[in-house]
């Protein structure tokens, strides 16, 4: 049985840059930056303190008043998911499907990455202090103390919402989704990964639509702590809105971000049969393993090589060969481009160990410049960046690149969006995802033609 072709039909987003996907890409394309000061919670002595926020978000703007209450016990990083969600179920224009009873609930399924919900902090430490007996200095701890403090202030409902499973609970009961449901966890790579997995089930017959994506927030004191003490965050605290300089030589490491992004993937027969328009076409996706260490990538870029050919080989392209208009055949890559100085070398030699002689005449920029790392959530996020630059011919820079790293040599699309319409526009992008554990993914989407 041949394998079905697979449309991209709705996105959205919830990112630090604005809450709705013209805006955002507008500001994208300005160069502009959404770090500032840490206001989650007091993180004034933290050596990295200034994250990129998600501000000014009210859930019930995005949903109505009847969902958001509905899904009031729901996270932050849920309410995210919701929303970016509801975006891309918009634009789809399933929702008059849905309506009149003739779209296939188990035949629509839900595939996120998403991460852990958000952590009752302030209970926590009511909890544990009144575990303490002592003077703060030396002392024991108590554990009926602390388990009858537990019981006291402790939510239940807030409890189960940290799971990493509720995302996907919510985002399927608000959307009817009763086929395929699943979430990874594979880290930085998760919300690619999820992306392709959906792909495959719709490839394969097992669902005719998928709510694909992922929704994360780490700016908490855990998520920000566990990072610095990895030396992953960069430490600019007097200058947050150029601390994240992917491919920079200066680059001392990520800005911490947040939100979600959210897609609609439908078989083309089953788009095209409710006279649906398709954004662009998942043409290709790629998945590896490093098998290295934790956090470390595996030196020469093997893993990521892996993924990239992967991705290229499933969509028919050969990455060596210029198309009949000289141009490479791949015109733009969203690159992972961390800010790290161990990510942005290897994901450099990895481009250079796919595209070969051609790997300097593609445009390759970071979107986490501007946007910080949104971690589980990226993926997706600068997977809707490729969708618009198809859509639009524009493609996002790299902001602060000011000092290139001379082992960083190929093209970022330094500091402006760079205009393709001249020359021949945007049809073919990868996305490039790289995980802690050694998850690499890539996906390949194109302009739509029947």
Known sequence: MSQRRVVIT???????????????WARLLAGESGMGPVTRFEAATFKT?????????????????DVAKEHASAGLSTRFALAAATQAWRQSGLGEMARDGRLKRRRLGVYLGAGEGSLDFENYGRTNLAGWVGDGTSGRFDARAWAAAAYRYMDPVREVEQEPNMTVSHVAGAFGCRGPSSNCMTACAASTQAVGEATEILRYGDADVMLAGGAHSMIHPLGMTGFIRLTAM????????????????????????????????????????????????????????????ITD?????????????????????????????????????????????????????????????????????????????LI?????????????????????????????????????????????????????????????????DTLCVRRFAE
């Not at 439908?266 to 393993?289: F, V």
């Not at 996020?381 to 902001?399: D, F, R, S, W, Y």
């Open 376 to 440: 589980q959530a990226a993926g997706a996020v600068e997977l809707i960046t490729c969708v618009k630059a198809i859509q639009t011919g524009l493609v996002p820079p790299t902001v602060n690149l000011n000092d290139p790293d001379p082992e960083c040599d190929l093209d970022y699309v330094p500091n402006a969006a760079r205009d393709l319409r001249d020359s021949g526009g945007v049809h073919v992008c990868l996305s490039n995802s790289f995980g802690f554990g050694g998850q690499n």
């Open 234 to 293: 960069s430490r600019r605290c007097d200058d947050p809105t150029h601390a994240s300089r992917p491919f920079n030589r200066t680059r001392d490491g990520f800005v911490m971000g947040e939100g979600a992004g959210m897609l609609v993937l439908e078989t083309l027969e089953h788009a095209l049969s409710r006279g649906a328009t398709p954004l662009c076409e998942i043409a290709g996706y790629g998945s590896t393993a490093d098998a290295f260490r």
């Open 49 to 65: 303190n200034f994250a990129a926020e998600v501000k000014g978000f009210r859930f019930e703007d995005h949903v109505g008043a």
């Open 10 to 24: 709705g996105v959205g987003w919830i990112t630090p840059l604005g809450h709705d996907v013209d805006s955002v």
């Open 297 to 373: 990538i595996q030196p020469d870029g093997r893993g990521a090589q892996g993924a990239m050919s992967a991705a290229c080989r499933q969509a028919g392209i050969d990455p060596h060969k210029a198309g009949a208009d000289g141009r490479p055949p791949v015109h733009y890559i969203s690159a992972h481009g961390t800010g790290t100085q161990e990510n942005d070398a290897i994901e450099t030699a990895a481009v250079k160990g796919v595209f070969g002689e051609l790997a300097p005449r593609v445009p390759f920029s970071s979107v986490k410049s501007m946007f910080g790392h």
